[in-house]
């Protein structure tokens, strides 16, 4: 235990958060991160009292940015370059803070003064690797704890223990109340998590995903079997084609969490799903449906229509290939993708007095379509079919 003191006190930013005069605890994540051997850049700390003193006090000292959550100094956060400090106004000892939160791993506390304080067995849990929930009520309370069940296994590969998974069964239609942002927020974040795919089967087979997503179960059980086929597809594909996880497209979702929620929501009335997606997801979502739907259909693709396809896919071309789990596809697509423009869009417009808009799009397809055909491959072959007008009907 003085090894863990020594870890959390060697963070310069937690000798200024516990200040003479205040009855401070680290709590939640932060200790079950510290724990696990981490070293994590949020801090969520409970202050006896007014806070407000200590809240201005470490803004100073770290040049922070205070933001207020709730009116009357309740809940406060201070930002300041990767770290984010949550300041909570303890409601009764530490040990009823503790009672409330979600699972026993985040229900740890400490002070320099008491060390850890763990009512609950959060530090065993810890160490066995469960998920516990600390009460049925206090999922009663905050629905969305259902759905972070699942979001933790994703992220840790934990076991969650058979009285928590009975408390989701029972409870599992009071994620309605839940707002459709946070809904998202925790669905964005398991899709990202390593064990994803255990995440969302015991969630299908515990009835929850079918509260926010409008699929039926017949539908979501074989979307999470193509999800299965898919990561069993890119390990046996190189590196090269593999989807970029750290790369982030849209509300903290990263490149293989959206290709994750391609393959789960194919089909899927989106309109009608319980989650709050950004414009950007969406559109990747819709494009990569339909063209999937296309391809579904036809029993040969030659290279006019993979054209076709990847010409309408525009940003999620790479989406679309690895989607259909297709070697061939997926080569022809880097080679579509990796084409150099044989004319300057100038050059097309010195050489036909095309201005722009429709017309030198129109151009620049047929190009392209060309190219991609191997019908030229040379510079000069296609600056003569510019300048003699291409059939851009």
Same mark, same amino acid.
């Given at each position: ?66 933001? @207020? ?22 409601? &009764? ?19 320099? =003064? ?7 067995? &959060? ?17 009663? @309370? ?12 994703? =992220? ?43 995440? #969302? ?11 926010? #997503? ?142 722009? &808009? ?26 003569? #079919? ?8």
């Amino acid at each position: 235990m003085e090894n863990l003191n020594n870890r959390i006190l060697a963070n310069p930013v937690i000798s200024t958060i516990f200040a003479p005069g205040f009855e401070v605890y680290l709590v939640g994540g932060y200790i079950r991160d510290v724990l696990r051997g981490f070293k994590p850049t949020d801090v969520d700390i409970v202050v006896r009292g007014n806070f407000q003193p200590l809240l201005s006090r470490i803004a100073a000292s770290t040049d922070g940015k205070i933001i @207020d959550f709730e009116k009357g100094g309740g809940i406060s956060r201070i930002i300041f370059d990767t770290t984010t400090i949550d300041l909570t106004a303890m409601q &009764g000892s530490i040990e009823d803070d503790l009672s409330r939160r979600d699972f026993t791993m985040n229900a740890i506390a400490w002070s320099p =003064e008491r060390g850890i304080v763990d009512p609950l067995g &959060g530090l065993r849990d810890i160490q066995r690797g469960t998920i516990r929930a600390v009460s049925r009520c206090n999922f009663s @309370d905050d629905p969305i704890r259902l759905l972070r069940t699942y979001r933790f296994l994703g =992220e840790f590969g934990w076991r969650i223990d058979s009285k928590t998974r009975n408390f989701v069964r029972e409870l599992k239609e009071s994620l309605r109340l839940s707002s459709f942002e946070r809904i998202t927020l925790e669905f964005l974040r398991l899709l990202n998590s390593k064990d994803h795919l255990k995440a #969302l089967k015991l969630s299908y087979a515990d009835g929850l995903l079918n509260i926010f #997503l409008a699929l039926d179960s017949c539908e979501l059980f074989m979307n999470i079997k193509a999800l299965s086929r898919f990561k069993s597809f890119l390990e046996k594909i190189p590196n090269a084609y593999h989807p970029n996880g750290d790369r982030t497209i849209s509300q903290g979702l990263s490149q293989a969490g959206l290709l994750r929620a391609e393959i789960l929501l194919f089909k899927a009335k989106l309109e009608k799903n319980r989650l709050r997606l950004s414009n950007a997801i969406l559109k990747r979502l819709k494009v990569t449906s339909i063209l999937l739907e296309e391809f579904q259909k036809t029993k040969s693709v030659g290279r006019q229509r993979l054209f076709d396809l990847f010409y309408a896919s525009g940003d999620a071309l790479l989406d679309f290939a690895l989607l259909t789990r297709n070697r061939k596809i997926l080569h022809e697509a880097m080679r579509f993708l990796n084409m150099r423009s044989l004319v300057a869009t100038q050059e097309i417009m010195d050489l036909t007095g095309v201005k722009g &808009g429709v017309e030198l799009g129109a151009f620049l397809k047929e190009l392209k379509r060309m190219q991609f055909l191997g019908k030229i491959a040379q510079r000069a072959d296609a600056l003569r #079919l510019v300048s003699n007008g291409l059939n851009v009907s």
